[in-house]
């Protein structure tokens, strides 16, 4: 059974913004810290950001001031607002636990930032 599907990916210019949602199952959402991840081509898989069931938020230096985690928990649902992309953001965006789960990654939602 999927619990984890990310959207909302997609081809920016830079200085864009983008903002991708990940829809959680009820079971994972409710008692787990949330993480958003991404991996570049030839790099490994990183911590953007994450957010604990009560609302605390930590961000990569790569993005602090730039982009903002936050969680709907009537819509089971984290996001990630990504304000004055960068091309170095290009990357496959993961959702996940944090710490992760091995078993919940998915395909991931990707993005884009090329003029």
């Known amino acids: 059974q999927v619990q984890l599907v990310e959207s909302g990916g997609g081809l920016v210019q830079p200085g864009g913004s983008l903002r991708l949602s990940c829809a959680v199952s009820?079971?994972?959402?409710?008692?787990?810290?949330m993480g958003w991840y991404r991996q570049a081509p030839g790099k490994e898989r990183d911590l953007v950001a994450h957010?604990?069931?009560?609302?605390?938020?930590n961000y990569a230096d790569s993005v602090k001031g730039r982009f903002t985690i936050s969680r709907d928990n009537a819509k089971n649902t984290v996001y990630l607002q990504m304000n004055s992309l960068k091309p170095e953001d290009t990357a496959v965006y993961y959702c996940?636990?944090?710490?992760?789960?091995?078993?919940?990654w998915g395909k991931g939602t990707p993005v884009t930032v090329s003029s």
């Open positions: 996940n636990t944090r710490p992760p789960g091995v078993h919940l």
């Open positions: 009820r079971s994972i959402f409710s008692i787990s810290a």
């Open positions: 957010i604990t069931s009560s609302g605390s938020t």
